[in-house]
């Protein structure tokens, strides 16, 4: 297979990715996500910022997010997401510190 073909099936895969997050499975919640994998939307928009600014492009959190989720954070919590209980805060913080916060 040459370079530009498996960019671009890793792009697609990518694209499949994130319609099943954002289309597919809105009913799974970010810290779900994050307590169980290590990872969540916010973290693949993060991603995709990341991938931009190393291209030169300026993007900040914000714009990464609403790009990747199509809307702003404010609309997608209030369309999809729930209250989460003290135990599922408290995985949270320890999977986002071994997976985020102890990455960078």
């Given at each position: 297979m040459d370079k530009q073909t498996e960019i671009e099936i890793q792009a697609a895969a990518f694209r499949r990715?994130?319609?099943h997050l954002m289309e597919d499975r809105t009913d799974v919640?970010?810290?779900d996500l994050m307590n169980m994998a290590g990872f969540c939307r916010n973290c693949l928009a993060r991603w995709y910022q990341e991938a931009a600014n190393e291209r030169g492009i300026e993007m900040d959190?914000?714009?990464?997010?609403?790009?990747?989720?199509?809307?702003?954070?404010?609309?997608w919590k209030a369309n999809y997401q729930t209250e989460a209980s003290a135990e599922k805060q408290a995985a949270f913080e320890v999977a986002f510190k071994e997976n985020v916060t102890d990455k960078q």
């Open positions: 990715l994130q319609q919640q970010n810290i959190k914000t714009e990464a997010r609403e790009i990747y989720y199509g809307m702003t954070m404010d609309e």
